[in-house]
């Protein structure tokens, strides 16, 4: 079978992995000023940025971005020298831990097109570019993405997703790949395939053939400039003026010799893979088979003293078809009974048909666990009453169904109502809603979410209401118990003067209606002064979906300059 091989070119590597790290610096990489001429619009709300590096030659530039680059600033490049040309440059210091962490999680991503992923460390070590580059060989497996020009368009639609530039090529050789991702970009399908495409593969630069830069240099002097310039040469000639290494890459280049790619294994994976002879065609035997390899699992997990979150489940038949289970639980667990309870309620939808050839069981999804006391009798009940307890939620999780999850309550000190809860996983443990020195006045047992608008009908001498109208019901308040004023929280308000007596600022009212309906309304407050100059304002059109939310309240179509709403439901 022929090899194929797909490179990932990615050319901004560095300043992507900080982009994606600190988000603010986005803004100034996504347009270049040729975007700007077309379109208008400012390329750039902040600076552009480099990575530097500190060495013995002084501070370099070994990382740009799209408009650094633009703006004529080289790879390699003094510092003092780049801040000459731009002299409001942003520089930050290169973070290898950062640019192996976006690696790792990366080569997680790409494990789904092929489980053969090399990444080129050569390219990341000693380019003062910032790029960075991975191999995948894809040998007998692209057919399982359609096409190969498929294939390639899927892998760069996904690691823009993850807001990195990429470019890909594919080739017989790991060589002729790297050199079409970076080489052939006026080609709309970078794919080389030898020897058919043999004409196409001698026009390529020589820069194609991952050479030194001073073998590079050497080459420009003579006047060699492309591949068949050196593939017309004596090879004998070639290895007396320019060493063995242009005639190891230009064989590499071409398959006469091969090239050890260092692969990406994982240092451990929780995975055990089981091969029958004779395929296993009752279901008895495929549970049992199961069983043991569960146990088998939970065993090893136990010993290093770790436990799995998620644990996948494949069966594969004799004809090639594939059955998926995944189950993942609430707390990292290591009980080989409790996951074979989960996993025997999904077992009966798998079909052996002609037989199950191969059973692998994996846990991609592992945490620590720490030793459990379980000599101390008060500390074991505890202990079992816990495990018990994520049992049960494993269960009712598993009948709701993926799209269904468990959550407990999270309190928040907040006194503003939609920051006070949130939700956290179910194991998490409980915190407490306040502190009971600090009592709050009662909350209603149901928010509402948008808050929904009130109109006042009437309103006594003091300006609080006495009728409203509620979702097309007109309303009288028979009492009212209140104000309960909250002010927006003054951390987030430093930069403005008077922020109590601003549009956040909110009064509640307790009422009661004729009918017995109880109803936390909400006031907010709004400076008399702006009221004035939105009445000088020309009216502003109608809108077919008004804006109930606290950030524009003067697009509420009320009468009185106070803004009211429901925002929660007692009884």
Known sequence: MKQRFVYLWLPYWKTDCHQNHTPSLKSDTRSTP???VKTGVSPAKTPPFVVTRNDHKGVLVCGLTVQARALGILPAMRLAEARSIVPDLINITEEPALYEHYQARIMRHLDRYSPWIAADRALARENLAGQNGFWLEMTGGIHLFGDEE??????????????????TGMADTAGAAWACAQFLTDQPLRTLSLPADHAKARQLPVAGLRLSTATLATLHRLGLHRIHDLADLPRATLTTRLGPEVLQRLDQFYGRLPEHLNFHLPSQPWLIRQQYGEPLGDAANLE???????????????????????????????????HTVAITTSSACQSAPHLLHLLAEKLPGVDTGFGIEEVIVFAPWVENIAFRQ??????HHTTCDNIALNELFDRIGHHLGPKDHLYRPDHHASHLPELAVGKKPVSAKGTCPR?????????PIRLIDPPEPVQVISRAANGLPLEIRWRRMALKIENLKGPERICPEWWHHLDQVGFAL???????????????????????????????????APPHPPSTQPDFSFSRPATLPLPDPDLWSVHGLFA
């Open 150 to 167: 498929t294939l390639m368009a899927q892998i760069e639609r996904d690691l823009r997703h993850m807001d990195f530039a990429c470019q």
């Open 288 to 322: 049992a088979a199961i069983t043991q390899l569960v146990q088998s699992l939970c065993q090893d997990l136990q010993a290093h003293h770790k436990g799995l979150r998620r644990i996948i489940l494949r069966c594969i038949r004799v004809d090639g078809h594939t």
């Open 374 to 379: 379980i000599s101390l009798e008060a500390q």
């Open 34 to 36: 040729e975007d700007a």
């Open 435 to 443: 502190l009971a020195e600090s009592p709050l006045p009662a909350r």
């Open 502 to 536: 601003a549009e956040e600022t909110r009064d509640y009212f307790h009422i009661q209606d004729q009918t017995g309906r109880q109803l936390w309304l909400c006031r907010q407050l709004v400076r008399r002064d702006r009221h004035i100059e939105d009445e000088n």
